[in-house]
């Protein structure tokens, strides 16, 4: 004995209505300004209207880093390059004093020199600043991400860190330790540990150290007088210009270590494989016929 089943709408069948469509009357006319919808104001982001809070909880990210640490490496480049300009004016200068004690000199040609040697000293001073400025910014992302990442807080707070590499004297030191505590933290060492800078950031440091030592003894004999005294000074000026240098390229260096560390596979950097040939595989298992309801 066989049985139906057969479902029903509940209530029984019914037909569905046709919806009568109401014509066009126009757009809705009000006759006084609504209460409801946007505030009557310009588009904002939602921070800036009053009553509301004006902190944005912006979360630093790796990418943010990255972007960053692009921009100081660049400056650090740039810096170098001046700094070595302004090295090559210092020895040429010092060429010409040693050629006029046989005779006099072209004017224009101590001219040439002298603007060679101050306008490189000047932009290079310039850059410096900027890319200082820079590279601090990298420097508290960095931590706040290393710390991030490792689930921590920082070894020391912002404005501590800030304090320490703006006293002179103070920052040829703690300069070195700060970078040492986040590199502890980039290689995810364990907190109770000490930090042990790596080589790379002890060569860094001894180049910290041995740039700020000369450029406070070539301030200082600037105020000698006399002309073995200039002559002397000339060429502390060059030596300092090449500490300037060296210290340029192996913060660059650092940085981009330190952000390939926090971020160990970039994607931009990353190379896409893709397969040109296969060979010595064993030939798949063609479908002899091909059923009714399987696709094309």
Do not use: C, K
Request: charged share 15%; aromatic share 8%; glycine share 6%.
């Amino acid at each position: 004995m066989l049985t139906r089943w057969v479902a029903t709408v509940p209530g029984g069948v019914r037909r569905r209505q046709r919806r009568r469509r109401l014509p066009y009357l126009g757009p809705p006319a009000y006759g006084s300004t609504p209460r409801w919808g946007f505030p009557a104001l310009a588009w904002r982001w939602p921070t800036t209207v009053p009553g509301t809070s004006s902190e944005v909880d912006r979360p630093v990210t790796v990418d943010r880093v990255r972007l960053v640490a692009g921009n100081a490496s660049a400056m650090m480049w740039a810096v170098a390059a001046l700094a070595l300009l302004a090295a090559g004016g210092e020895v040429w200068r010092y060429v010409l004093m040693v050629r006029s004690l046989d005779g006099a000199l072209s004017s224009r040609l101590v001219a040439t020199s002298d603007a060679v040697v101050t306008t490189a000293a000047v932009l290079a001073l310039a850059f410096a600043v900027l890319a200082v400025v820079v590279v601090v910014w990298w420097l508290l992302l960095a931590r706040r991400v290393a710390a991030d990442i490792v689930h921590r807080t920082p070894a020391r707070p912002d404005w501590q860190v800030l304090v320490y590499l703006a006293v002179p004297g103070v920052n040829l030191v703690m300069a070195g330790v700060v970078l040492a505590e986040l590199e502890h933290q980039v290689l995810r060492r364990p907190a109770g540990g000490r930090p042990r800078p790596s080589r790379a950031t002890v060569v860094w440091w001894a180049a910290w150290v041995l740039s700020g030592l000369l450029f406070g003894a070539t301030v200082v004999w600037r105020f000698r007088g006399g002309a073995q005294a200039q002559a002397d000074g000339i060429v502390l000026t060059a030596v300092t210009d090449l500490a300037a240098v060296a210290v340029a390229v192996l913060t660059a260096l650092a940085v981009r270590r330190l952000t390939a560390l926090l971020s160990p596979m970039d994607p931009d950097r990353v190379r896409h494989l893709r397969v040109v040939s296969v060979s010595g595989a064993p030939e798949p298992a063609l479908r002899a016929t091909r059923t009714v309801p399987s696709r094309r």
